[in-house]
């Protein structure tokens, strides 16, 4: 069974930094396409920044200079670096990765790590 689990959320002051980690585990042959994606309360789930299995990346434009998306294939893990954070940046970010398991490719979802920007 796939299983993605992030961690790094929480509270932090306009201007500041966090850092989100998203580990997947499980029987995993594969995996392509990670990213991560956010929902504001009361808004759809958006993307925010992709990252291929051969290192490129995609960044909603909102987020360009602010966030880089990096990851690491030995660890099955996609990281999250959000500097100059901003209270717009408040949501819940939600990891995400195309899987090959003994199941056929599919998208697997984490469960969500709460993001608030604030004063």
């Known amino acids: 069974q796939v299983q993605l689990e992030e961690s790094g959320g929480g509270l932090v002051q306009p201007g500041g930094s966090l850092r989100l980690s998203c580990a997947a585990s499980?029987?995993?042959?594969?995996?392509?396409?990670m990213g991560w994606y956010r929902q504001a309360p009361g808004k759809q789930r958006d993307m925010v920044a992709a990252?291929?299995?051969?290192?490129?990346?995609n960044y909603a434009e909102s987020v360009k200079g602010r966030f880089t998306i990096s990851r690491d294939d030995n660890k099955k893990t996609v990281y999250l670096q959000m500097n100059s954070l901003e209270p717009e940046d408040t949501a819940v970010y939600y990891c995400?990765?195309?899987?090959?398991?003994?199941?056929?490719?599919?998208?697997?979802w984490g469960q969500g790590t709460q993001v608030t920007v604030s004063s």
């Open positions: 995400n990765a195309y899987i090959l398991s003994k199941s056929p490719w599919r998208d697997y």
């Open positions: 499980g029987s995993i042959f594969s995996i392509t396409g």
């Open positions: 990252i291929t299995s051969g290192g490129s990346t």
